[in-house]
């Protein structure tokens, strides 16, 4: 990783040959450390520095001031921690006197250079900076189950002991885990983990686990001691305890960490969605006094965040679909989304239970004077609202969005990660967002005003991906891992990612977001026979209107007949634009590797019914293919299916249902939904898959037994007659892999063309040397039956299991 120095005029980076280069831009080396094994990067907003070790000196740290090179060197320097505000160095040494070791911490100041030891003894770690550079914590280690954690303030002069197992509020049955350890964001509270105190496992005890009716599946409930979340404030002595058994924390402390907020029966987590006893409440808690007040009880889900002044808890009620603002002072609730005439939650997903209907989010906030109006989302425009819900929400962008089929983000949203940080916006500044049409797929940048009424400002909007959120797309496979914007640190000029489904992600700069020149000109594709990337509409079978992406070879010829392999999962359409690296396929197709090697791939979009997926599948697959074959640059009688996970599952149920298909392959998918609506799924219970997220059944297996039995493809094995290609490694945690082997079995003993590849290693997928594997095993497939090339020797005649690693049977 590189920087820029902060006057934009010199890059810090280091070459493959480990040497740290200063750079001064458009000009000569200024300056090369050699052999430097690491480095880091701190500035404070005026200065700058660098701390590197090198090969020849591994336990020295230098430290240089950039624009002076002026350089300290610490000789016994075993880990060392810069600030995130770039104003303090701490260090912890190593020293040895005499054959004993001993550590001596050290606090530098890293404008003046002063150094202060704080601290010396032995066995401690886990050093972390309060937000403002002032503060630190670390743990000392002393024993089993013996814990302290140390504070230190730059107005003292030495650490303190801050926490013990003997600390006032500590309860017996817990000790100190000395991680975990966090500062609040104003620095005045600590937050780290208690754990509950456990006797020793009797050696000679019968290893027996009990699964009981009223908990969690033995499987998913964690193996070892319990922890809690507890804080203590700087200027206090008494731990207060934060959570309970079976409570969970949920979001983030409030902005002056007065408050936190817990929800309970997290034992019990994943049941609400079918088991009322499994609905939970929701409590705000004061961190000074353990005080709660219920929120919301009998909840199945929860969306929350506190306002960056404190004065509100924001938060998502998911039965009457609406946003309700929390007062902090009086501790009333009201409804802020009322004036919203539109659905808060993603429209498309509207098929999923209501415990999966997740809102589109608060995005920021907009300043008012000295009040804060939050921002919120329904699926295509924004809103500023009312929190004390005495003003009717305001369109930001006047309904523009759904107008045009456009759905609308900030470019720069609230953080609900772990930092949690709010972005606020001023009411006479512009803001950017983000668009993405959904119907032809264009993204670019609008934006909007807080105080003007009418349309958003069109900057630019284009049939490239510039900057795409996760709420924009049906699916996150249709996403690149998105890049905001980043502005340069004096001047109006930015920086963007831009690319498209035949160019690689390169860097623009631009200053009003209309015009972008590109800064970086890398472009691997231009040496191969790459794709174009089409988006098609058409008709289901049952009159839905579809969309979906044909995917061409760069040198297609209109004149030629050209194989087809049909690739889904969901709806992926929202991809047209999305540029795919050629790797290995590692479940699902790989589309470049395919369409570059002669075929033609076909993505088309599948609309569900309710307790219908597989006739939906054959509704929309079987309909695109009859669309297609129209074209007279299609071989109709060469189409073939590849499909992974849920798309494993929906190639199985077609191969059951149509002959259309010249041959298919599936990975890691379900093929009995029977079996496998009783099997475990990542540790707990797979029925949720199958009740109310891709399955769509809305029923037990017992309620309605008809839905599970006619959407199996194992039911319909007779009906087979496309060779198919099984693919599912061992070791899958999502879907067991029994599911192919009942299906493998089953076509086995009906005598169909079957083959399974089964890797010893991998997931709910595979990778390294076996995907590379099964890339030419599948390219060797198709080939065979969609191009008519000879079949390999492990399809005519396979490969005995005592040559497994011996013979590929390529």
């Keep these: 990783m590189g920087y820029f120095t902060l006057d934009n005029k010199h890059a810090v980076l280091k070459t493959k040959n480990d040497s740290l280069l200063v750079w001064k831009l458009?000009?000569?080396?200024?300056?090369?450390?050699?052999?430097?094994?690491?480095?880091?990067?701190?500035?404070?907003?005026?200065?700058?520095?660098?701390?590197?070790?090198?090969?020849?000196?591994?336990?020295?740290?230098?430290?240089?001031h950039l624009a002076t090179s002026k350089e300290q060197v610490y000789p016994s320097a075993k880990e060392y921690l810069f600030s995130a505000n770039g104003s303090t160095l701490f260090i912890k040494e190593e020293l040895n006197n005499g054959g004993a070791k001993t550590e001596?911490?050290?606090?530098?100041?890293?404008?003046?250079?002063?150094?202060?030891?704080?601290?010396?003894?032995?066995?401690?770690?886990?050093?972390v900076f309060d937000p403002s550079g002032n503060g630190l914590l670390f743990t000392i280690h002393k024993g089993e189950a013996d814990n302290e954690i140390w504070y230190y303030n730059q107005n003292t002069e030495s650490a303190v002991l801050k926490v013990n197992n003997q600390t006032t509020g500590i309860e017996n049955n817990l000790i100190v885990t000395g991680t975990d350890l966090k500062f609040s964001k104003d620095g005045k509270n600590i937050f780290f983990k208690l754990q509950e105190?456990?006797?020793?496992?009797?050696?000679?005890?019968?290893?027996?686990?009990?699964?009981?009716?009223?908990?969690?599946?033995?499987?998913?409930?964690?193996?070892?001691?319990?922890?809690?979340?507890?804080?203590?404030?700087?200027?206090q002595n008494t731990v207060i305890r934060l959570e309970k058994e079976n409570e969970r924390i949920i979001g983030q402390p409030d902005a002056h960490n007065e408050y936190i907020v817990v929800s309970d029966k997290a034992n019990l987590r994943g049941q609400q969605f079918w088991n009322r006893n499994a609905r939970y409440s929701v409590n705000l808690m004061s961190t000074k006094t353990g005080s709660r007040t219920i929120i919301r009880d009998t909840a199945t889900s929860f969306n929350c965040k506190f306002s960056p002044d404190s004065q509100y808890f924001i938060y998502y009620d998911y039965q009457q679909k609406a946003y309700f603002s929390f007062d902090l002072q009086n501790h009333i609730a009201k409804n802020i989304t009322r004036g919203i005439p539109f659905s808060l939650s993603n429209e498309e997903l509207n098929d999923y239970d209501i415990t999966l209907q997740h809102p589109v989010g608060l995005?920021?906030?907009?300043?008012?004077?000295?009040?804060?109006?939050?921002?919120?989302?329904?699926?295509?425009?924004?809103?500023?609202?009312?929190?004390?819900?005495?003003?009717?929400?305001?369109?930001?962008?006047?309904?523009?969005?759904?107008?045009?089929?456009?759905?609308?983000?900030?470019?720069?949203?609230?953080?609900?990660?772990?930092?949690?940080?709010?972005?606020?916006?001023?009411k006479e500044k512009p803001i950017l967002l983000t668009a993405f049409n959904t119907l032809s797929k264009d993204n670019g940048f609008f934006s909007a005003r807080p105080e003007r009424k009418g349309n958003p400002a069109k900057l630019t909007m284009e049939a490239y991906n510039y900057y795409q959120i996760k709420s924009q797309a049906y699916s996150t496979q249709s996403l690149l891992p998105p890049m905001q914007p980043v502005k340069a640190l004096h001047k109006n000029v930015w920086v963007v990612r831009r690319s498209s489904g035949r160019e690689s992600p390169n860097y623009f700069v631009t200053?009003?977001?209309?015009?972008?020149?590109?800064v970086s000109n890398i472009y691997p594709e231009k040496n191969y026979n790459w794709l174009t990337s089409e988006l098609h509409q058409w008709q289901s079978l049952d009159g839905k209107t579809l969309q979906g992406i044909l995917y061409k070879p760069e040198n297609f010829d209109s004149t030629k007949k050209y194989p087809v392999i049909f690739h889904y999962y969901e709806r992926l359409s929202d991809g047209l634009n999305i540029y795919t690296d050629p790797v290995?396929?590692?479940?699902?197709?790989?589309?470049?590797?395919?369409?570059?090697?002669?075929?033609?791939?076909?993505?088309?979009?599948?609309?569900?019914?309710?307790?219908?997926?597989?006739?939906?599948?054959?509704?929309?697959?079987?309909?695109?293919?009859?669309?297609?074959?129209?074209?007279?640059?299609?071989?109709?009688?060469?189409?073939?299916?590849?499909?992974?996970?849920f798309g494993g599952y929906e190639t199985a149920y077609l191969v059951t249902h149509t002959n259309l298909f010249a041959a298919a392959a599936e990975a890691n998918g379900h093929t009995d939904l029977i079996s496998g609506y009783g099997a475990l799924q990542g540790?707990?219970?797979?029925?949720?898959?199958?009740?109310?997220?891709?399955?769509?059944?809305?029923?037990?297996?017992?309620?309605?037994?008809?839905?599970?039995?006619?959407?199996s493809p194992i039911f319909n094995v007779p009906n087979i007659s496309t060779p198919l290609l099984i693919m599912h490694p061992k070791g899958d945690p999502i879907v067991p892999w029994s599911q192919a082997?009942?299906?493998?079995?089953?076509?086995?003993?009906?005598?169909?063309?079957?083959?399974?590849?089964?890797?010893?290693?991998?997931?709910?997928?595979?990778?390294?040397?076996?995907?590379?594997?099964?890339?030419?095993?599948?390219?060797?497939?198709?080939?065979?039956?969609?191009?008519?090339?000879?079949?390999?020797?492990?399809?005519?005649?396979?490969?005995?299991?005592?040559l497994k690693g011996i013979e590929s049977g390529y």
């Design 26 to 64: 458009g000009s000569d080396l200024e300056s090369s450390i050699p052999a430097v094994t690491s480095y880091t990067y701190t500035n404070n907003g005026k200065d700058e520095w660098i701390a590197y070790r090198t090969r020849n000196k591994e336990k020295h740290l230098f430290v240089r």
């Design 511 to 518: 200053s009003d977001f209309k015009s972008f020149s590109p």
């Design 683 to 711: 540790g707990g219970s797979a029925r949720w898959h199958f009740e109310i997220y891709q399955f769509r059944t809305q029923s037990t297996l017992w309620k309605n037994p008809e839905i599970f039995i006619k959407n």
């Design 584 to 645: 290995a396929s590692f479940g699902p197709i790989n589309i470049p590797y395919f369409v570059s090697n002669g075929y033609l791939v076909f993505v088309p979009d599948i609309v569900y019914t309710i307790g219908e997926p597989g006739k939906s599948v054959v509704s929309s697959v079987v309909s695109a293919a009859k669309y297609l074959s129209k074209s007279p640059w299609i071989d109709s009688a060469k189409m073939g299916l590849q499909g992974h996970s």
């Design 197 to 235: 105190r456990l006797p020793k496992a009797d050696p000679n005890a019968v290893k027996v686990d009990i699964w009981h009716y009223n908990e969690q599946l033995h499987s998913s409930q964690p193996t070892g001691p319990l922890k809690y979340l507890a804080v203590i404030s700087n200027d």
């Design 363 to 426: 995005g920021g906030w907009v300043k008012q004077g000295e009040k804060l109006f939050p921002i919120i989302y329904d699926d295509y425009d924004v809103w500023v609202v009312d929190p004390a819900a005495e003003k009717l929400p305001v369109n930001l962008t006047n309904g523009y969005g759904r107008l045009h089929h456009i759905k609308f983000r900030l470019v720069f949203e609230n953080d609900y990660g772990i930092e949690g940080k709010d972005v606020i916006y001023k």
């Design 104 to 127: 001596c911490l050290l606090y530098v100041n890293l404008k003046t250079g002063k150094e202060k030891k704080i601290w010396q003894g032995t066995n401690s770690g886990n050093f």
């Design 741 to 802: 082997v009942e299906f493998f079995n089953a076509l086995h003993r009906l005598s169909k063309k079957v083959w399974m590849l089964q890797y010893d290693e991998g997931g709910h997928g595979i990778g390294g040397k076996d995907a590379m594997d099964y890339t030419i095993r599948l390219t060797q497939f198709f080939d065979h039956y969609l191009k008519g090339t000879p079949a390999p020797k492990w399809m005519v005649s396979g490969v005995p299991a005592r």
